[in-house]
T-cell receptor, first 116, second 114 residues
Framework: DAMVIQNPRYQVTQFGKPVTLSCSQT?????MYWYQQKSSQAPKLLFH???????NEADTPDNFQSRRPNTSFCFLDIRSPGLGDAAMYLC???????????????FGPGTRLTVL | AQSVTQLDSHVSVSEGTPVLLRCNYS??????LFWYVQHPNKGLQLLLK??????LVKGINGFEAEFKKSETSFHLTKPSAHMSDAAEYFC????????????FGTGTQLKVEL
């Protein structure tokens, strides 16, 4: 089945220790997104890639970076995690951008990040 | 600009009774509207999507939603709740006026009791 895969499902890191979260997709979608979701809140968009074009949300902290080496993979790097970065991180993909007709986003299961 | 308001943060129903989760939207252009469901510690699953074809949209697991432009609403319904429906439900909107992003509501926690 075509899907969005996130690894690991649970990640524990120490305050200030860099961490990388991984997302891969078999849907061959052009767009990949990273969302941060804190407890009992809606997902908050951090950034997205349209193919190789990177689009950062204005309020995404510099501490968060992303890489998309190819169509299938996208990584979220947190350079110096703080306690406030503990959250569920969701990866999503879509065939085209939200303003288009092919805008359904398909989500992975998420990675729950704990910062000690 | 676009926005979504989910009127109830918590809804509780008995198993076998109807479900109504309310969503109102604001969008400058013809929007796409979505309902997603999220079970604990899981990602979001798309229940259904409205894209200006039919105003009554049928989704998975017996859910449906009706787009009412005059009321700017997109409420989610199900005739008969099942225990497995207990989850968080998010309404979302996207479109030309939304800065190319999907805007979520704050979510409605659905509890299903025996």
């Amino acid at each position: 089945d075509a899907m969005v895969i996130q690894n690991p499902r649970y990640q524990v890191t120490q305050f200030g220790k860099p961490v990388t979260l991984s997302c891969s997709q078999t849907l061959n979608h052009n767009v990949m997104y990273w969302y941060q979701q804190k407890s009992s809140q809606a997902p908050k968009l951090l950034f997205h890639y349209y193919d190789k074009d990177f689009n950062n949300e204005a309020d995404t902290p510099d501490n968060f970076q992303s890489r998309r080496p190819n169509t299938s993979f996208c990584f979220l790097d947190i350079r110096s995690p703080g306690l406030g970065d503990a959250a569920m991180y969701l990866c999503a993909t879509s065939r085209d951008l939200p303003s288009s007709s092919y805008n359904e986003q398909f989500f992975g299961p998420g990675t729950r990040l704990t910062v000690l | 600009a676009q926005s979504v308001t989910q009127l109830d943060s918590h809804v509780s129903v008995s198993e076998g009774t109807p479900v109504l989760l309310r969503c109102n939207y604001s969008s400058s252009y013809s929007p796409s509207l979505f309902w997603y469901v999220q079970h604990p510690n899981k990602g979001l699953q798309l229940l259904l999507k409205y894209t200006s074809a039919a105003t009554l949209v049928k989704g998975i697991n017996g859910f449906e939603a009706e787009f009412k432009k005059s009321e700017t609403s997109f409420h989610l319904t199900k005739p008969s709740a099942h225990m497995s429906d207990a989850a968080e439900y998010f309404c979302a909107v996207s479109g030309l006026g939304g800065g190319n992003k999907l805007t979520f509501g704050t979510g409605t926690q659905l509890k299903v009791e025996l």
